[in-house]
């Protein structure tokens, strides 16, 4: 594998780990939101991944063997929908509750929210980390290289 498949694993995930994180923000700035104007109400959303190439065991075996390398990491597939009830509160004086006084809100855990941002959070730092290893290695190859 070559540096630069390492750079653009590494960034991909980066990628990825932002996206989650803009999508906790996005959940979490929406936990309080009522139905709009078209009777929509907020849908809590989720990053949704997938490995970028389908390797299997064997072949990352036949390609050690073979002294080739096989560059894997993740692409984005979809942001998707957490379908799920609406979190039903008791507020009779509210503008938009209805004729029992309930008001809808998305269902949306704060403390899950929260454990999914950090999540995030570590994952991108260890993607910068495996980033910097990356460009540790490549400088230090070049320095070895230019010595000779």
Known sequence: ????????????????????VEMVALNLANANSVAGPDGDLYQPRRV???????TS?????????????????????????????????????????????????????????MLELIEATRAYEANVRALNAAKTMASVALEIGSRS
Not at 64 to 83: Q, Y
């Open 1 to 20: 594998m070559d540096y630069r498949t390492a750079f653009a694993i590494s960034a991909t995930g980066m990628n990825i780990e932002k996206m989650r």
């Open 48 to 54: 949704i991944t997938r490995p970028s190439e389908a």
């Open 57 to 113: 065991f064997a072949m990352h075996i036949g390609g050690a063997l073979r002294n080739i390398s096989l560059p894997s990491g993740a692409e984005l597939r979809d942001i998707g929908f957490v379908n799920t009830a609406p979190r039903r509160v008791y507020d009779p004086g509210h503008p938009v509750a209805d004729d029992r006084g309930y008001v809808n809100y998305p269902n949306i855990n704060p403390v899950s929210e």
